[in-house]
């Protein structure tokens, strides 16, 4: 079965970085279209940064010169390296995988809190 597990959340100061990494398994990752997306309190589910399978990435203009989306295929691993962070970067950051071609093929993980507070 498909998993999705984020990791790297945690506090950090106005101006920090962190690394987020997504595990995955069960996935055609090397064929997966992956993302990164974001839930604020009381606010939709938002994208923040997505990778093609050709390494193509597109970001949210408020992260973009920020955020950094990358993939490792050798180990099914995505990650957002997420510099100058600020306040307005708190949230639940989910780990997304989908392949379009397959409308049934979109699964996601259980979510890593990042809390940017001084």
């Known amino acids: 079965q498909v998993q999705l597990v984020e990791s790297g959340g945690g506090l950090v100061q106005p101006g920090g970085s962190l690394r987020l990494s997504c595990a995955t398994a069960?996935?055609?990752?090397?064929?997966?279209?992956m993302g990164w997306y974001r839930q604020a309190p009381g606010k939709q589910r938002e994208l923040v940064a997505v990778?093609?399978?050709?390494?193509?990435?597109t970001y949210a203009d408020s992260v973009k010169g920020r955020f950094i989306i990358s993939r490792d295929n050798a180990k099914n691993t995505v990650y957002l390296q997420m510099n100058s962070l600020k306040a307005e970067d708190t949230a639940v950051y989910y780990c997304?995988?989908?392949?379009?071609?397959?409308?049934?093929?979109?699964?996601w993980g259980q979510g890593t809190q990042v809390t940017v507070s001084s």
């Open positions: 997304n995988a989908r392949r379009p071609i397959f409308k049934d093929y979109n699964y």
């Open positions: 069960g996935t055609i990752f090397s064929s997966s279209i």
């Open positions: 990778i093609g399978s050709g390494g193509s990435t």
